[in-house]
C-alpha cells in the first residue's frame, strides 16, 4: 500500500518538476521573448520597417518626381494639389520627405555598421591583449574622444576636395567617413570594458588552458558574451547619426544636390518660415520620427539584454 502510493505520487510528481525545469534557452532568445511582449517593440519596428522601405522602395509611395519644380506653384500650402504643399523652388514636399528618408537611412547604418566594425575590433584587441597595445590603442581613442562629434565633423568635410560633390554615392560616404572616424572611440570603450570584464571568466580561461587560439577564444567564448551592451548603444547611436546628418546637411556641409535629404529641405524652408511654416514642419516631422524610432528600439533592446530584468 505504501509503495504503491508512493509511486503513485512520483508518476504525478515528474511532470510537474519537468515543467518546473522547462527547456534550456539562450540569451537572445530570452531578449527575444521579453521585446515581443513589449509594445513598443512592435511600434518602433513598425515605424523602423516604414522608414526603411521608403528609402527601398520610395515609388511605392508616391509617383512624384521629387526633382521636378513647378515655379508657377511655389510654396502651395497643403491641399492645394499636393498633400504637403511645394516649397520655395516648387518641389513637391511629400515627395521629398520620401525619397529623403533613403540619404538619411543610409547615411545611420553605414556609420553604425562601420563603427561597430571599426570600434568594437579595437576594443576587443585592446581589451584582450591589455598591456601596452591597450595603453596605445585607448589613448588614440582618448585624442578622437576628446573632438566634439559635430565640430569635428565640420573641419574635416570642410577639408575635403570638391570630386566628393560629385557623385550621390561619394556625397554620402563622405558623411559616413566622417562620423565614422569620429564616432568609434565611444564603441571601443565600451567593447574593451566588456572584454575585461568577460575575460577572467572560468570558460575563458579554461577554453585557453585546453590550447584554442586566441582567435578562437575571442569568437567562441568572449564576443558571444560583450556584444550585447555595443548592440544596445548602437542601436541608439543609429537614430543619433540620422540626426547629426540633417544637422550637417542644414548647415550646408552633410549631404548637398543632387542628394535629397530632410536636413536639405529643412534647410531650404528657413526662407519662408514665417509665411509657409508648412515648408519646414513635414521634413522636421519625418526626421523626428526616424530618430524616435531608433531611440525606441534601443529602449527595448537594453531593457530585453538587461539580466536585472530576467
Given at each position: 500500500m505504501t509503495?504503491a502510493?508512493?509511486?503513485?505520487?512520483?508518476?504525478?510528481a515528474?511532470p510537474h518538476?519537468?515543467?518546473d525545469?522547462g527547456e534550456e534557452?539562450?540569451l537572445?532568445?530570452?531578449?527575444?521573448r521579453?521585446?515581443r511582449?513589449?509594445?513598443?517593440?512592435?511600434i518602433s519596428a513598425?515605424?523602423?520597417?516604414?522608414f526603411?522601405?521608403?528609402?527601398?522602395?520610395p515609388?511605392?509611395?508616391?509617383k512624384?518626381?521629387?526633382?521636378?519644380?513647378?515655379?508657377?506653384?511655389?510654396?502651395a500650402?497643403p491641399?492645394?494639389?499636393?498633400w504637403?504643399g511645394?516649397?520655395?523652388q516648387?518641389?513637391?514636399i511629400?515627395?521629398?520627405?520620401?525619397?529623403?528618408?533613403r540619404a538619411?537611412?543610409?547615411v545611420?547604418?553605414?556609420t553604425?555598421?562601420?563603427t561597430?566594425?571599426?570600434?568594437?575590433?579595437?576594443g576587443?584587441i585592446?581589451?584582450y591583449?591589455?598591456?601596452w597595445?591597450d595603453?596605445?590603442?585607448?589613448?588614440?581613442?582618448?585624442?578622437f574622444f576628446?573632438?566634439?562629434?559635430?565640430?569635428?565633423?565640420?573641419i574635416f568635410?570642410?577639408?575635403?576636395p570638391?570630386?566628393f560633390?560629385?557623385?550621390y554615392?561619394?556625397?554620402?560616404?563622405?558623411v559616413?567617413?566622417?562620423?565614422?572616424?569620429?564616432?568609434?572611440p565611444?564603441l571601443?570603450?565600451l567593447?574593451r570594458s566588456?572584454?575585461i570584464q568577460?575575460?577572467?571568466?572560468?570558460?575563458?580561461q579554461?577554453?585557453?588552458?585546453?590550447g584554442a587560439?586566441?582567435w578562437?577564444?575571442i569568437r567562441?567564448?568572449?564576443?558571444?558574451?560583450a556584444l550585447?551592451p555595443?548592440?544596445?548603444v548602437a542601436?541608439?547611436?543609429l537614430g543619433a547619426?540620422?540626426?547629426?546628418?540633417?544637422?550637417l546637411?542644414?548647415?550646408?556641409i552633410?549631404l548637398?544636390p543632387?542628394?535629397?535629404s530632410?536636413g536639405?529641405?529643412?534647410s531650404?524652408?528657413i526662407?519662408g518660415?514665417?509665411?509657409?511654416?508648412?515648408?519646414?514642419?513635414f521634413?522636421?516631422?519625418?526626421?523626428s520620427?526616424?530618430?524616435?524610432a531608433?531611440?525606441?528600439l534601443?529602449?527595448?533592446?537594453?531593457?530585453?539584454l538587461?539580466?536585472?530584468?530576467?
Amino acid at each position: 500500500m505504501t509503495e504503491a502510493t508512493i509511486t503513485e505520487s512520483s508518476s504525478v510528481a515528474d511532470p510537474h518538476d519537468a515543467g518546473d525545469v522547462g527547456e534550456e534557452r539562450s540569451l537572445a532568445s530570452d531578449a527575444w521573448r521579453s521585446m515581443r511582449k513589449n509594445p513598443m517593440f512592435w511600434i518602433s519596428a513598425t515605424m523602423i520597417a516604414v522608414f526603411v522601405l521608403m528609402a527601398v522602395w520610395p515609388s511605392l509611395f508616391t509617383k512624384t518626381d521629387p526633382t521636378f519644380a513647378v515655379l508657377a506653384e511655389s510654396r502651395a500650402k497643403p491641399g492645394d494639389g499636393t498633400w504637403f504643399g511645394r516649397d520655395i523652388q516648387g518641389y513637391d514636399i511629400y515627395a521629398r520627405c520620401i525619397y529623403g528618408a533613403r540619404a538619411s537611412i543610409l547615411v545611420g547604418l553605414f556609420t553604425t555598421t562601420g563603427t561597430v566594425l571599426l570600434g568594437g575590433t579595437i576594443g576587443v584587441i585592446s581589451g584582450y591583449l591589455g598591456g601596452w597595445v591597450d595603453a596605445l590603442l585607448s589613448r588614440i581613442g582618448d585624442v578622437f574622444f576628446a573632438i566634439p562629434l559635430l565640430l569635428g565633423a565640420i573641419i574635416f568635410l570642410v577639408s575635403l576636395p570638391d570630386f566628393f560633390n560629385d557623385n550621390y554615392l561619394l556625397i554620402v560616404l563622405k558623411v559616413v567617413f566622417a562620423l565614422v572616424i569620429l564616432g568609434w572611440p565611444s564603441l571601443a570603450r565600451l567593447m574593451r570594458s566588456s572584454v575585461i570584464q568577460v575575460k577572467p571568466n572560468d570558460y575563458v580561461q579554461a577554453a585557453r588552458a585546453l590550447g584554442a587560439s586566441p582567435w578562437r577564444v575571442i569568437r567562441s567564448h568572449i564576443l558571444p558574451n560583450a556584444l550585447a551592451p555595443m548592440i544596445v548603444v548602437a542601436t541608439i547611436n543609429l537614430g543619433a547619426y540620422i540626426a547629426v546628418e540633417a544637422t550637417l546637411s542644414f548647415l550646408g556641409i552633410g549631404l548637398q544636390p543632387p542628394a535629397i535629404s530632410w536636413g536639405i529641405d529643412i534647410s531650404s524652408a528657413i526662407v519662408g518660415l514665417r509665411t509657409t511654416p508648412h515648408m519646414l514642419f513635414f521634413p522636421s516631422l519625418f526626421l523626428s520620427l526616424a530618430v524616435l524610432a531608433f531611440i525606441m528600439l534601443g529602449d527595448v533592446v537594453r531593457d530585453a539584454l538587461d539580466p536585472k530584468n530576467r
